[in-house]
């Protein structure tokens, strides 16, 4: 990764009884942009089956000291989160090829503690396999902050360090999807949010930021973001009528899932919108992702304009 390309993060699930080798994985994932979580014995179908976006699993083939634990453990996690790259960890080879057939199929890859150096070119290959310019990454962040800051009075917006994700999680009541069509990049942006509305008691009085109605605004906050991406991002020349290609989306909202019909990895944000004026009162957590799932050139990407006052004096935006 050069200069010129984003530092982001992603989260992993690490699953290992052994404690010996915890410090070795924590350094590998510190060097590699990895944000390492620990699953607790016990819990780990749980933490699969709520909503914690993950990039990929770090499995023990020998998990609480059973020969096939991590195998058995596998066949459980590929019911539930199919998408999810496994990564075993074995003791004595970093290969699959004594595993049968349908055995080697849970698993992207194998290695070992003696080979981190196989598991640094499978994170690349499986979670960071798209390269994104830091000038796209850090525009999305500042002009969906500027976005989301004209849609409320008095509110502190802070953005999580950006990250990509291999599952497909929705998070919240509401979500909102627009296509994106350029040259460089065909898909979706999508917005999700939790509904306050179906969780805070019945007042006369209203929310002054409006907070309560943000599941009714998550829709014109969407587009707004969208006009600003193609502001910034998408020449006015850039023939997007041309695409015609789609692949079909896939959403069970009883197992909050939605597919896009393919692999790809999807760049992440996590915005947190603190009210300024009703303290004790509830933060509002607002994901946004980008599925990049019909076209991804960053080569051909460049950055139209980086020019706010030019957005609000088109009317694209409107400040308070």
């Not at 059973?66 to 290969?95: C, K, M, S, W, Y």
């Not at 919240?172 to 460089?184: A, K, M, Y």
């Not at 997007?240 to 009883?254: A, E, S």
Request: proline share 4%; aromatic share 10%.
């Amino acid at each position: 990764m050069n200069d010129n390309d984003a530092q982001i993060v992603s989260k992993v699930l690490v699953i290992d009884s052994n404690k010996a080798v915890f410090t070795v994985i924590k350094l590998f994932c510190i060097e590699n942009n990895l944000v390492g979580l620990r699953a607790h014995r016990g819990n780990v179908m749980d933490i699969l089956k709520s909503n914690v976006d993950l990039g990929a699993i770090l499995l023990s083939e020998h998990y609480c000291g059973n020969p096939t634990g991590g195998v058995d453990l596998a066949r459980q996690i590929n019911r539930v989160r199919p998408e999810l790259p496994i990564f075993l960890r074995r003791d004595h080879t970093d290969e699959l090829d004594d595993l049968d057939p349908k055995t080697r199929k849970l698993f992207c890859a194998a290695y070992t503690i003696g080979s981190m150096f196989r598991l640094r070119r499978y994170v690349e290959e499986y979670i960071f396999s798209f390269v994104y310019p830091n000038v796209l990454v850090r525009g999305i962040k500042e002009l969906t902050e500027t976005v989301l800051a004209s849609q409320f009075a008095n509110i502190t917006v802070n953005c999580d360090t950006p990250y990509v994700v291999r599952d497909r999680i929705v998070c919240g009541e509401v979500f909102s999807l627009i296509p994106i069509e350029s040259s460089w990049c065909r898909g979706y942006m999508m917005m999700q949010t939790d509904d306050p509305a179906l969780r805070a008691p019945k007042t006369e009085d209203e929310d002054p930021n409006g907070f309560d109605k943000i599941a009714d605004r998550l829709s014109e906050i969407t587009n707004l973001i969208w006009g600003a991406f193609k502001h910034r991002f998408i020449a006015e020349d850039d023939n997007r009528g041309q695409f015609q290609t789609q692949v079909p989306m896939l959403i069970k909202l009883h197992e909050k899932f939605i597919s896009f019909g393919s692999n790809d990895p999807q760049l992440c944000y996590k915005y947190t919108l603190a009210n300024n004026n009703a303290e004790g009162k509830p933060s509002i957590h607002i994901y946004q992702r980008f599925v990049f799932n019909l076209n991804w050139s960053p080569d051909d990407f460049k950055e139209v304009t980086a020019s706010y006052e030019e957005l609000v004096d088109s009317g694209e935006l409107e400040l308070f």
